[in-house]
């Protein structure tokens, strides 16, 4: 049997940039956005690629703590807030939240709950917080560890008949 973090999901900067943009054609029927808030720090990077492929000007971040090493979960923790102008944005404006992942849906609750009539859009959804999210590109299971490009460095991958498999 195999452990929860088993799965491995590598993700590379050319298939990440191919899945933000495809997020980002998904996201245009709904739009448009006046605004968008990027989850730090995950959230970053499509957030970029989205906001200049819809092109959305106005970029805020909300930044809250949940991994803590990595593999596990710990207690979330809001470090940086949505700035006041952004946030009064939502009782009228369009607002497009960006996620690099929603997980189990702890993050995606605590943004929700600021930002309640926006359209939140990830890349990637595992089952338990895919109903948190409005949009994503592609799901994954509960206990597989996507990878991002931003975690890794080039590196010897062992051919699988070699690994033990």
């Given at each position: 049997?195999?452990?929860?973090?088993?799965?491995?999901?590598?993700?590379?900067?050319?298939?990440?940039?191919?899945?933000?943009?495809?997020?980002?054609?998904?996201?245009?029927?709904?739009?448009?956005?006046?605004?968008?808030?990027?989850?730090?720090?995950?959230?970053?990077?499509?957030?970029?690629?989205?906001?200049?492929?819809?092109?959305?000007?106005?970029?805020?971040?909300?930044?809250?703590?949940?991994?803590?090493?990595?593999?596990?979960?710990?207690?979330?923790?809001?470090?940086?807030?949505?700035?006041?102008?952004?946030?009064?944005?939502?009782?009228?404006?369009?607002?497009?939240?960006?996620?690099?992942?929603?997980?189990?849906?702890?993050?995606?609750?605590?943004?929700?709950?600021?930002?309640?009539?926006?359209?939140?859009?990830?890349?990637y959804a595992k089952p338990l917080g895919r109903p948190?999210?409005?949009?994503f590109i592609t799901e994954v299971s509960q206990d597989?560890?996507?990878?991002?490009?931003?975690?890794?460095?080039l590196a010897f991958q062992p051919p699988i008949a070699?690994?033990?498999?």
């Amino acid at each position: 049997m195999s452990s929860p973090r088993d799965k491995a999901f590598p993700v590379s900067w050319d298939q990440f940039h191919r899945d933000a943009r495809a997020l980002a054609w998904r996201l245009a029927s709904s739009g448009p956005f006046d605004a968008l808030v990027a989850i730090t720090r995950g959230g970053l990077v499509p957030a970029a690629i989205v906001a200049r492929e819809l092109d959305v000007r106005v970029i805020e971040t909300v930044s809250i703590a949940s991994y803590h090493d990595y593999k596990t979960q710990g207690g979330l923790k809001i470090l940086k807030a949505i700035a006041p102008e952004v946030a009064k944005l939502d009782s009228g404006a369009r607002i497009l939240i960006v996620d690099d992942l929603v997980d189990t849906g702890a993050t995606a609750r605590i943004v929700r709950e600021m930002l309640p009539k926006a359209h939140f859009a990830t890349v990637y959804a595992k089952p338990l917080g895919r109903p948190l999210v409005d949009t994503f590109i592609t799901e994954v299971s509960q206990d597989t560890w996507i990878y991002f490009p931003w975690d890794m460095g080039l590196a010897f991958q062992p051919p699988i008949a070699k690994d033990g498999a």
